[in-house]
């Protein structure tokens, strides 16, 4: 049994400047092999492709994975770089030889400049490329924007059920199981799509948590009660892409029995519905934010973690401020992304050095005033660690240059050439920062860095800031929405 592997992944903001070319693709792009010995022993899709083959006795037959490389403040995809990666996967799909069934490694929210549903575009010149008697199973993030188009080019769609994403291996072994069952005749898979109409901010979608853990707990029920329920998970989609099949989808796979998927996607898309507001709360601003997170660490709950989760080019300077004015002692930000402060620091200080500098606040109107910070350097250079959370345990991250600043009273500041996170401790030790000392910790981050600090953290504190991922997503000019999308054009 030979099947096919590639994949083209994006989670792509729209309301960032730049286009994405495939300049910011190719150096992170495996062909053949390299695919399978990168990602093999990685708790991946991939590598769950991998584990079920090998457990299976099939063959994969690696074509083409496409995917950024780090950093970078690109938006839409240009047309000559989409066309480049699904072109590419189709014609190695029709130079692969005989194949029994292809497993496409998706993401679900890429956006294109003239193409409205990607992925369902990458999936239909694959299927162009094989045929219809060839099954193709597509894994997707959470964060996807599909619909219906996708659902009618694929044989089967497998959404990741956990935010932060801890459970993709799972996801690609699941998806790479029931494809392998399918070629050998053991069920005939029908897939179907359900869309209650929301649109929900990043911050509010986490899965160990209402609103989301009791949607997602509403589909284990239709999978425990029903044998030929397949998978049946949501997407509660990405909010910054300003796509028209934006917001959450249903996703039900059955075993030939399109009445079941259809019942249970809607059933549990007019659940979600009903628990709409809960995915659109109100979240405190930073300096009321700041102020709430000092009294919680003078009363002894430490560290506490602020999820700045508006921030998606690692610039914005209004959390930072609201530190400094208020005289908060003993944090750390790991990483405010300035390109030109990077430079300044790496060609002109030396560590040891005092620096005094403007950081940040460089992107938009919504990225906040530069701040003038005073500190000695404590850090340079570009480290390399590996990642010791649950999410990518084991994967390599190279920073670009990073130095930290020591402000004085514990107050560590990391000035990065791009965009850099701390989803666990790595990001932060490696820069030489005592996290054991620290009261407060400030993460870009939305969700994803949880599934390490909340084993750490006494409290993780949400927060409204400005930046071009608001949560407050009214704050945000859409073009592309469908009308009666809560809470976007609809709120009651």
């Known amino acids: 049994m030979r099947l096919a592997v590639a994949g083209f992944a994006d989670e792509t903001c729209t309301f ?3 286009p994405t070319t495939q300049e910011r693709f190719e150096p992170a792009t495996r062909r053949g092999e390299a695919i399978l010995d990168e990602n093999r022993g990685i708790p991946n899709y991939i590598n ?31 047309r000559e770089c989409f066309d480049k990666y699904a072109d590419e996967i189709a014609e190695r799909l029709d130079g692969a030889g005989p194949l029994d069934g292809v497993l496409l490694a998706l993401h679900g929210a890429m956006a294109v400049d003239g193409v409205p549903r990607p992925e369902a575009e990458v999936v239909r010149r694959a299927r162009t490329a094989v045929g219809d008697d060839v099954p193709i199973m597509v894994t997707l993030d959470l964060h996807a924007n599909e619909d219906e188009a996708l659902a009618a080019v694929a044989d089967g769609v497998f959404v990741i059920k956990t935010y932060p994403h801890v459970d993709t291996q799972e996801t690609g072994e699941e998806a790479a199981q029931r494809l392998i069952q399918t070629v050998r005749g053991e069920i005939q898979p029908v897939v179907t799509c359900a869309r209650p109409g929301i649109v929900s901010a990043s911050i509010f979608q986490a899965t160990e948590y209402h609103p989301m853990r009791d949607i997602l707990d509403r589909c ?32 039900a796979v059955t075993d030939g029995d399109d009445a079941l998927a259809r019942r249970a996607a809607e059933d549990v898309s ?41 921030d998606r080019i690692g610039d914005t300077t209004h959390v930072l401020e609201e530190l400094l004015r208020q005289g908060a002692k003993n944090w750390a930000i790991p990483g405010i992304a300035d390109p030109r402060a990077a430079r300044y620091l790496e060609e002109r200080a030396s560590v ?28 340079m250079g570009r480290p390399e660690y590996r990642l010791v959370g649950p999410m990518g345990r084991g994967s390599v991250v190279k920073d670009g240059f990073v130095a930290r600043l020591d402000l004085g009273d514990n107050r560590q500041l990391v000035v990065s ?11 932060l030790t490696s820069v030489g920062i005592d996290i054991d000392s620290l009261d407060i910790i400030v993460l ?8 390490f600090w909340d084993d750490v953290a006494a409290v993780d504190y949400p927060i409204n800031a400005p930046g071009i991922g608001f949560a407050d997503l009214r704050q945000l000019s859409y073009e592309n929405v469908p009308p009666n999308t809560f809470p976007i054009n609809r709120f009651e």
């Open 16 to 18: 960032c400047l730049e």
């Open 352 to 379: 040891g050095d005092t620096v005094a500098l403007r950081v940040g606040g460089w992107y938009n109107e919504t990225s906040g005033d530069p701040v003038e910070v005073t500190g000695t350097v404590a850090f």
């Open 48 to 78: 769950g492709f991998i584990r079920a083959a090998e457990s299976e006795g099939a063959t994969l037959v690696p074509l083409v994975y496409a995917r950024k490389t780090p950093g970078g403040f690109q938006s839409w995809l240009t």
């Open 417 to 427: 050439e791009r965009m850099r996170g701390s989803n666990d401790s790595a990001g």
């Open 270 to 310: 007019q659940y979600a519905w009903g628990l709409r507001h809960a995915l659109a709360r109100d979240l405190p601003g930073p300096s009321e934010a700041v102020a709430d997170v000092m009294q919680l660490v003078e009363r002894g709950d430490r560290p506490v973690v602020i999820a700045d989760g508006a």
């Open 220 to 251: 284990r029920e239709w999978e425990m009660a029903e044998e030929r329920m397949l998978y049946l998970s949501v997407a509660p989609g990405y909010a910054y892409a300003d796509v028209p099949d934006i917001g959450m989808s249903i996703w």
């Open 444 to 451: 870009k981050d939305r969700v994803h860095h949880r599934a």
